[in-house]
């Protein structure tokens, strides 16, 4: 009688055994499953970074371009303006001579 009392008694503790893993599993893949959501939201939120990044560097590549052309139409008007000084400095000269 004491063998089938010591085996029950090993049977409840491995019950106990199994359940208190049983709840560790479930807890360490609950775990797990929050944790890939968040490096899912983090490779969302990355993403999302990365595009915004783009678009400011489109940006300032834009600003660029369009510097360029304001300074090279600047540096064009100021050959012109000199054209037209001489121009009437020349028409200037021709009547005062006249």
Do not use: P, W, Y
Request: no cysteine; aromatic share 2%; charged share 20%.
């Amino acid at each position: 009688m004491n063998s089938i009392v010591g085996i029950s008694s090993t049977i409840r503790n491995i019950d106990e055994i199994s359940t208190t893993v049983a709840a560790a599993v479930e807890e360490q893949s609950a775990a797990t499953q929050q944790i890939s959501r968040n490096v899912q939201e983090v490779s969302t939120a990355t993403n999302e970074v990365n595009k915004n990044i783009n678009g400011v560097s489109d940006a300032a590549s834009r600003t660029g371009d369009a510097a360029n052309t304001v300074s090279r139409v600047s540096l064009d008007m100021a050959q012109e303006t000199l054209k037209l000084k001489e121009t009437v400095d020349s028409f200037l000269m021709a009547v005062k001579s006249a």
